[in-house]
């Protein structure tokens, strides 16, 4: 049922809706529902995260304890961060929680842990293919991943992967054969 929409004399039964009493008090009544429908939509806070302004998104921030919530990022990555920190508090520490920041930020990417390239116990890197990571950008990500990761990792390094596709022709020639020196016996 759409309250904005409502009509309280069609909610009657039919005898009540001949009533003249009814219907004058059903007559006054719309517009005061349509009125509270309208402001029961603004209490509805989580599923319109994507409509507040920034001082609310702060506001939320710290009422949903979202450690890692930068003040100075892009109001969608804002609100991406509000929207995934009840998953982020869940798996805090886990390689999925840091998968979850790197998708915030660099919208793609993911985690490779020590044993999986060689590297030293306890170090991860962050590999991501999305080639309009800054410095900045990477920056702000460093911090939020801190609250993220668990104490014990670190970070070693991010790369951004690029793959592109490109005509490449080669060539060879082997050449084989054997020196003879001819020379006069006299």
Known sequence: MDLSNVDLLSLQSPYMQKDPTTIALCK???????????ETKLCLIYPRIGELD????DELAWQFHVDWYDATADITVKRQLIKTAIIVHMYRGTPYAV???????????YVEEW???GGQPGMFK???SNPTVTAELANQFIK????????????????????GEFDMYLAGVVHTGDYIQLGQVV
């Open 54 to 57: 920034e001082p609310i998104l």
């Open 115 to 117: 044993f999986d390239y």
């Open 144 to 163: 939020v991943l801190n609250s993220a990761k668990r104490k014990s990792a670190h970070l070693e390094e991010i790369l951004i992967a690029l793959d």
């Open 99 to 109: 998968e979850q920041v790197i998708q915030m930020y660099f919208g793609d990417g």
């Open 28 to 38: 006054a009544l719309n517009p005061q529902l349509q009125q509270l429908a309208a």
């Open 126 to 128: 962050v590999v991501t």
